[in-house]
């Protein structure tokens, strides 16, 4: 028996902790998370091997023989299929133009080899996930600071007070954040929750708020009415750093505390001692700009006040607040050698719009919008896109309602998914490229940004069991057939080689731990000229970019609606034991959590006559589906809530099959519905009706 330790990355969900695996006769066994995070790491990412060692996974390339989603496949050798799409993208390349390839993948620091080809086959049509994710915190940061929501950290372990409002520190977990976290609360940090429910971080708080769903942007005006007229903002970082105080006063004026209670139903006082407690931590405080904010038509405006609100408190660039995020330049490194860089940018406009169209010029043109591109599929304006490959990536689980963003897909003549578990979008696929999972793949280093920036290098800790492949092989193969010879490896090495090079370090000098450190102490770059990418070189209360796209900057707050007699919006969030809808029928996950329970309050479910335990059903638009009721006082009345991600349907997937709801298929049409500000799609705009089944 040989055992041996591999230093690799967690590939569980989209955070990447750093991970040992322990492989005895060239299997993996067992995982634990690295020394860097003394060894703790989430379920998921404990569960790797059982992703691994599943036979309900795709095991070799296949194409499609009857109707999309019908199921029937031809198993192929990764020749025949990277021949097949490497001919159909070609052909419609020159018969639509070399924009009509779309591709969308989650995002994530491992893109550079894949958009390189992207750049080499020419198509403008780069995009991600984040219109179904964080896109409205993305645009928010951009307009209040002229850089993305990634320019800040959050440093937890020196923070004095935590403001999590509609984040979930504790459930929708990165190891690292969560236990820096519990280590603040340890060090006797403030922690105030503001959410439609008490999730966990609520049961530790200090303040807890559970508002009337939609109402946060109300909330959080009231909040800087109170900062601003009871002058417990912090003089010099306004003075010095924001543009626009004297108008953001003039705004928020009659949006006093006493007027946000009736929103909120959140106490006047309550809200005014709590903006007490943050003037008393400032700078040293953390309001978290939320992480999954697709949720309404103002969450992008509900962003922009978080971000606003921390600067009235001088957190940004702060010590125990949002420093700013180092790079490798920051700290006097030199960054991976870049595979994009051998390419020019295509000249073509998006498809979606984004950064040329009226409307669209104020969005971050980097990932787009492909919720837009998909009007493209259909209208073929302003051209046809005719192929799509999605790319770790199941737009049929993270848009809503199945059969609508199917019926926006019937245009495509060509549509592949490279993924390594089954899912909606895969079994609809007309391709599919099977990834081996992270065990048992090399990836291209990545660059962890950070207080410490490092390089980290996913390793593979065992030879793949089916007949899967890297990604990097995948598109050095596609590559080979476009003759983009730049992007043809026959191994990882020469890869890594090629990343390193003019860094001064080498693969060896990842052998112990898997990573490179580029700083030993955190860097805290102070505020300086330059720091805000803006027209004044200042936090800007007025974007003048979206005013020019026709949106206003202070928006006026509009009341959500009540919902109609009888029904409850829908509300969602993540659970610590599943990533999105993939983990669902992964062995060891679904074991210890196999459906998605549906949260209702007490009164109400009583007004049913539910009570815990029984079996309900929630049902919209002619989707409906059955469930175990969670009875509580801890979930608003007006609302209630599911974990995301069930309700599968696929048969391949014999474990997920038939359990719990799909809390997408409950959103009508959600897709066209989204915040013009920030581009996220507003999925909790919906009602829903539930009874006993
Ligand atoms: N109704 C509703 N919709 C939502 C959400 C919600 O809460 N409710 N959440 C939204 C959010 S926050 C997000 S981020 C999106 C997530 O939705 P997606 O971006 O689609 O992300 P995942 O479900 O994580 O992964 C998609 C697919 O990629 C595969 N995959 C995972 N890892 C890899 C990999 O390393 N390589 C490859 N090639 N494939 C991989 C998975 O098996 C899965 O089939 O959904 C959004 N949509
Ligand atoms: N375990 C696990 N961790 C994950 C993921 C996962 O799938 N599983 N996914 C990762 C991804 S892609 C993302 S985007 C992040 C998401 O990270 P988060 O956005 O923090 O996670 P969520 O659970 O979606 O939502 C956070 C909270 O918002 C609350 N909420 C819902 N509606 C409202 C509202 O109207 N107002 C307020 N104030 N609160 C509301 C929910 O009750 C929930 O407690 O998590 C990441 N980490
Ligand atoms: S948070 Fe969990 S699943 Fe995500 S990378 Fe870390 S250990 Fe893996
Ligand atoms: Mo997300």
């Known amino acids: 028996m040989s055992k041996e330790y591999v230093n690799s990355i967690c590939g569980m969900c989209s955070v990447r902790c750093p991970i040992k695996v322990e492989v005895e006769d060239g299997k993996a066994r067992y995982i634990e998370g690295a020394k860097s995070l003394k060894g703790s790491l989430c379920p998921r990412g404990a569960a790797g091997t059982a992703l691994t060692f599943d036979e309900e996974r795709p095991q070799y390339p296949m194409i499609r023989q009857g109707e999309r989603g019908e199921g029937k496949w031809k198993q192929v050798s990764w020749d025949e299929a990277l021949d097949y799409v490497a001919d159909k993208l070609k052909a419609v390349q020159k018969e639509y133009g070399k924009d009509a390839v779309l591709f969308s993948d989650r995002g994530g620091p491992f893109r550079d080899f894949y958009r390189a080809f992207l750049r080499g086959i020419g198509t403008a049509n780069y995009n991600n996930h984040d219109s179904a994710c964080a896109r409205n915190v993305q645009n928010a940061a951009l307009s209040v600071f002229g850089f993305g929501r990634k320019g800040v950290s959050y440093d937890l372990g020196n923070c004095k007070h935590i403001v999590l409002q509609q984040r979930n520190i504790m459930e929708a977990i990165n190891v690292a954040e969560c236990n820096n976290a519990l280590n603040a609360l340890d060090k006797g940090a403030k922690l105030t929750v503001i959410d439609i429910r008490a999730n966990v971080p609520a049961t530790k708080a200090d303040n807890f708020f559970m508002i009337r769903p939609g109402t946060d942007y109300a909330f959080n005006l009231a909040v800087i009415h109170v900062l601003i007229n009871e002058e417990l903002y912090d003089k010099k970082f306004v003075a010095d750093w924001i543009d626009g105080l004297d108008t953001l006063k003039d705004f928020v004026q009659e949006y006093t505390p006493e007027w946000a209670e009736r929103e909120t139903g959140v106490s006047a006082e309550a809200l005014k001692a709590f903006c007490r407690e943050l003037a008393e931590a400032a700078p040293s405080v953390i309001w978290h700009p939320g992480w999954m904010t697709a949720r309404y038509a103002d969450s992008f405006y509900m962003t922009r006040t978080i971000y606003l609100i921390n600067a009235l408190l001088g957190s940004i660039g702060a010590k125990g607040g949002l420093p700013f995020m180092g790079k490798p330049g920051d700290v006097g490194a030199k960054g991976l050698q870049s595979f994009m860089n051998l390419y020019p940018k295509p ?331 920030g581009g996220a799609i507003a999925m909790q705009e919906h009602f829903v009706t539930v009874a006993k089944a």
């Not at 959500?560 to 993939?582: N, S």
């Not at 309900?616 to 006082?633: E, I, K, R």
């Open 347 to 677: 000249e073509g406009k998006r498809v979606d719009g984004v950064g040329w169209m009226e409307g669209r010029k104020h969005y971050d043109a980097g990932p787009g919008l492909v919720n837009l591109a998909y009007e493209a599929i259909v209208t073929g304006e302003p051209y046809p896109i005719k192929a799509y490959i999605a790319q770790r990536h199941d737009p049929l689980m993270a848009f809503p309602d199945v059969a609508d963003v199917k019926s926006l897909w019937d245009n495509l003549d060509l549509l592949v998914a490279v993924t390594f578990s089954w899912s909606d979008t895969a079994w609809y696929a007309d391709v599919v490229l099977p990834i081996s999972p992270y065990l048992e793949r090399d990836d291209t280093i990545m660059t962890k940004n950070g207080p410490k920036p490092s390089f980290v290098m996913r390793k593979r800790a065992m030879e793949p069991i089916y007949d899967t492949k890297a990604i990097w092989e995948i598109y050095s193969g596609l590559a080979k057939r476009f003759g983009l010879d730049d992007l043809v490896y026959e191994n990882i090495e020469d890869i890594w080689k090629f990343q390193l090079e003019g860094t001064g370090y080498s693969i060896e000098d990842f052998a112990e731990t898997g990573s490179v450190a580029l700083a030993s102490e955190a860097v805290y770059k102070p505020v300086t000229d330059g720091s805000f990418k803006t027209p004044s070189g200042k936090i800007q209360v007025i974007d003048e970019k979206l005013e020019a796209d026709g949106l206003l900057s202070l928006k006026p707050y509009v009341s959500p609606e009540f919902p109609p007699e009888d029904k409850f919006r829908i509300t969602f969030g993540r659970c610590a034991l599943h990533t999105q809808g993939h983990t669902v029928n992964n062995a060891l996950l679904f074991e210890r959590m196999p459906e998605n329970k549906l949260w209702i309050n007490t009164e109400k479910a009583k007004g049913l006559g539910i009570e815990t335990g029984d079996r309900v059903s929630v049902s919209n638009n002619g989707y409906s589906a059955d469930t175990t009721a969670f009875v509580t006082d801890f979930v608003h009345p007006d609302a209630v809530f599911l974990v995301h991600g069930f309700g599968h349907t696929l048969p391949c997937e014999s474990r997920a099959k038939g359990h719990g709801i799909a809390d997408n298929e409950l959103m009508p049409k959600g897709i066209k519905k989204y915040d013009k500000g």
